[in-house]
């Protein structure tokens, strides 16, 4: 089923969300529900609250960009993997790097704003997959930007919680015609 994503505004996106256990009621179902609703939706990555559920999970497909890039924007964007297309159950990232790395970041909930955001160049997250094996890996690059930004959803962030004051200042009234309404996903 694909699902209406949630808008800036929506008190959900604001709260921490509830891991899940492998009996959680009605997971395959989410699951499915979040890869039919990120396709529909045009992105590379959703968490569940971006479809009004408080529960700890996120997928990405950092591949969709991968495919569409030129090979030196592929080198210098994804070193050491091709993207990937991965469910996170209860992520919780262990290590990021000192290095960090600011590159422009849009949001299926805060459709219209899109502007550069500092994030680690490479983090460790532990999580469990779609059949609930409990993994610890490596990202880097842009796959891990993606993970950082559905990760931050899943603890009540959003991506504009990174901006400076000013910025904030500066996007103030946008961010009020997205909570209204005025400004929508196409």
Not at 1 to 14: D, H, K
Request: net charge positive.
């Amino acid at each position: 089923m694909i699902l209406p994503i949630t808008i800036y505004g929506n008190s959900i996106l604001r709260k921490s969300c509830i891991d899940l256990t492998k009996e959680t009621p009605g997971l395959e179902a989410l699951i499915e529900n979040l890869w039919n609703t990120l396709y529909s939706s045009g992105g590379v990555g959703l968490a569940a609250p971006q479809i009004n559920s408080e529960k700890r999970i996120f997928i990405i497909d950092s591949s969709l960009l991968y495919n569409e890039l030129t090979d030196s924007q592929k080198e210098a964007l994804f070193q050491g993997d091709k993207g990937i297309k991965e469910t996170f159950i209860n992520a919780r990232i262990i290590t990021e790097s000192k290095e960090k790395w600011s590159e422009l970041e849009g949001c299926l909930s805060i459709p219209g704003i899109v502007e550069p955001v500092d994030r680690a160049w490479s983090i460790t997250v532990e999580y469990h997959d779609k059949s609930f094996m409990r993994l610890r890996k490596r990202f880097s690059g842009y796959t891990a930007k993606v993970i950082q930004h559905e990760y931050d959803h899943t603890n009540g962030v959003l991506f504009i919680d990174h901006f400076t004051n000013l910025k904030k200042k500066l996007l103030k009234n946008k961010l009020e015609q997205i909570k209204k309404g005025d400004i929508v996903n196409k």
